[in-house]
């Protein structure tokens, strides 16, 4: 996380990282303080970072076992080299996930305190209450891909990106677009910002193409 984002790039994040953890009920929701959202987006990057560190552990020591029954056999050697690689890969990911943990308060603290909640709130609530049209239409732009299939990171990225697009018009489609690609390339993998990508942009081709046109002015 940039410590210097916008205001309300900074809010798409924290309301990314909220979203499970906070009840959609409206009175509920606005009683929700700054200091609350931060607490739940930080519960939420641990628990990743104790999931990741819990698949290295058990990567190495698949990886250690496997080289111990081994007999120096080269299919062997190569699986265990892969193990230890994931292992690696997983405690990567949780090193970058504590990073995050501990930029967050600070890069709030560079934002808008107000502007921050006001537009976390507003994508939480609003994903929640359209949250049977956002799946719609989610599924109409999915090519080969189940909705209740997809990682959850990348549906709840899409969930924002589509609240924005359909509900919150002040946000360009494009903007929304490119926001949801920047999460994903935080917290996605690089298949996985590719497919956001794609299944925003047939979003916007679908929302666009059911648009009236405006008829054209006739010069008197």
């Excluded at 502007?115 to 090519?143: D, F, K, M, W």
Aim: glycine share 2%.
């Amino acid at each position: 996380m940039s410590l210097h984002q916008q205001p309300r790039s900074v809010a798409r994040e924290l309301a990314l990282l909220s979203l499970s953890q906070i009840s959609g009920n409206a009175e509920k929701l606005q009683e929700q303080d700054l200091n609350h959202l931060i607490i739940t987006a930080v519960r939420t990057l641990v628990a990743e970072v104790q999931e990741n560190l819990e698949k290295a552990s058990e990567e190495v020591n698949r990886g250690h076992e496997r080289l111990l029954s081994s007999e120096i056999k080269a299919p062997t050697i190569e699986s265990a080299k892969t193990m230890i690689q994931e292992a690696l890969s997983h405690t990567e990911s949780a090193i970058n996930r504590l990073s995050t943990v501990l930029e967050l308060p600070q890069t709030i603290q560079l934002a808008s305190h107000s502007q921050v909640r006001t537009y976390a709130l507003e994508l939480i609530g609003t994903v929640n209450r359209r949250q049977e049209q956002i799946q719609e239409t989610i599924e109409s732009a999915l090519v080969d891909w189940k909705y209740n299939r997809l990682p959850k990171i990348d549906r709840d990225i899409l969930r924002i990106a589509v609240a924005e697009i359909l509900y919150l018009p002040a946000t360009p489609q494009k903007s929304a677009i490119d926001e949801a690609v920047k999460l994903a390339k935080r917290y996605s993998d690089e298949e996985g910002y590719r497919f956001i990508n794609g299944v925003l942009r047939r979003v916007v081709d679908n929302f666009n193409s059911k648009v009236p046109k405006q008829p054209a002015k006739i010069n008197q």
